[in-house]
């Protein structure tokens, strides 16, 4: 039977680039839609008529939102090349590191981003803080996934490429060579595989498209 899987995403959108690459890694042709997110689809709303936010993923008809419910349904549906680890220890591990990315260190690291001058260096210190436990998995491995990348480095595409847009439009350095030595090599070398490559924008458009949503 053929399968149908269509992907609703926007361009920009990081979580959107999760599910490129984790369907790039499985090898599943799909068929890419583009939301305009000031004008939402009919799809979309119908599609995920809760949070009304891409990525959606629509297998063989059936809807699946939220980057990484969709991730983990596509590691199960399709299990050659598996993404997330084995044992259910790790499992559980990469699950809470995830949530830890999307839930408190996204959240602490733009806050650090967009803070106000007085309150800057209180909130580069803990977004660093943060980043510190985040790097403290990596301890002495390549990647998260070990020797090749795996689930937490692709959900991990907010440190190694927003925060480095972010970083670089907002003028707040928080990410260097010197602060996260291990965490830094790791970009570089997630940055530098094929695969990322192509599942990634423009780097020029990205940071202009960065530049007039927060006016700089
Ligand atoms: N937790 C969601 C976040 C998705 C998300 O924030 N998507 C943004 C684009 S980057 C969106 O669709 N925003 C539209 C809106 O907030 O109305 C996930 O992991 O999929």
Redesign the pocket.
Known sequence: MGEEVKLIG?W?????QRIQMALKLKRIQFEYIEED?SNKSPLLLQYNPI?????VLVHNGKSI????AIFEYIDETWKHNPIMPEDPYDRAMARFWAKFI?EKLLWTVFEAFTSKENELEKAIDEASLQLKFFENQLKDKSFFGGDTIGYLDIVGIVVAHWFGIMQEVLEVELINEEKFPILHNWIVKFLDIAMVQESLPPREKLLAHTRKAFRK
Request: charged letters at 25%; hydrophobic letters at 40%.
């Open positions: 926007m920009a959108s990081i979580f959107c997110l949070h009304k936010k891409v990525p939102s939220e980057s990484l999307d």
